[in-house]
């Protein structure tokens, strides 16, 4: 199971010396790579179809998010760090400076308001797939979950148009992320042991076929 990431004696030195100074924090790669095209298939393939359910309501208070996962910053303010260019951050881990390439629109920005870290896989959708039977500890981790491709940086007009959609009901516009999008979402389900429904399955399939 994803835990939410230690930082290591260096990096929390390495962290608090940007810090203090507003220097640029060193970006990494952006969000983790998904898998590769016939991994993909064959998680997809391992993934329980089923129609989407809970039997009780969904609230977003169930998952508790933008917990601190290294040094000072929360999973919000590590993804900014992360996946952003020429990022500067305060002490307390927000950014003060850097611009943003939403890949969903192909919207840059340089206002840190202006981006939305998004749950990849919803968190609604989680509820339905599966994590309506987790303990809370375990949803908290998803939500903040920084080892694998579920927390995007990209802009909030885009997120908002995604809401809760799966792949069936919703993909970015910018057709060139498609197939990273379709790889990531079942590599996150994978990781987090959820189902897919019959609609979803499908349209990943497809988007396999079509966009890899």
Known sequence: M????????????????FAVTG????AEAAPPPPPALAEAR????????????????????????????????????????????GVEVGSDCYPTAGSWYSVY???TSSTPSEISVDHFVPLAEAWRSGADEWTTSRREDFANDVDSP?????????????????PSEWMPERTQIHCDYAKSWINVKHVWGLSVDAAEEAALSDLLDTAC
């Not at 997120?159 to 809760?164: F, L, R, T, V, Y």
């Open 2 to 17: 994803p835990v939410r990431r230690p930082a290591g004696l260096a990096a929390a030195a390495l962290g608090a010396l």
């Open 23 to 26: 220097l640029a924090v060193p």
């Open 42 to 85: 064959t998680q997809l393939a391992g993934l329980t179809v089923e129609g989407e359910g809970s039997s009780s309501p969904y609230d977003r208070d169930l998952f508790p998010h933008w917990s601190t996962v290294e040094g000072t910053c929360s999973a919000r303010e590590y993804v900014l760090r992360r996946d952003g260019t």
């Open 150 to 166: 579920q927390l995007w940086a990209v802009t909030v007009s885009s997120n908002s148009a995604k809401g809760d959609k799966d």
């Open 105 to 107: 629109d192909g919207v």
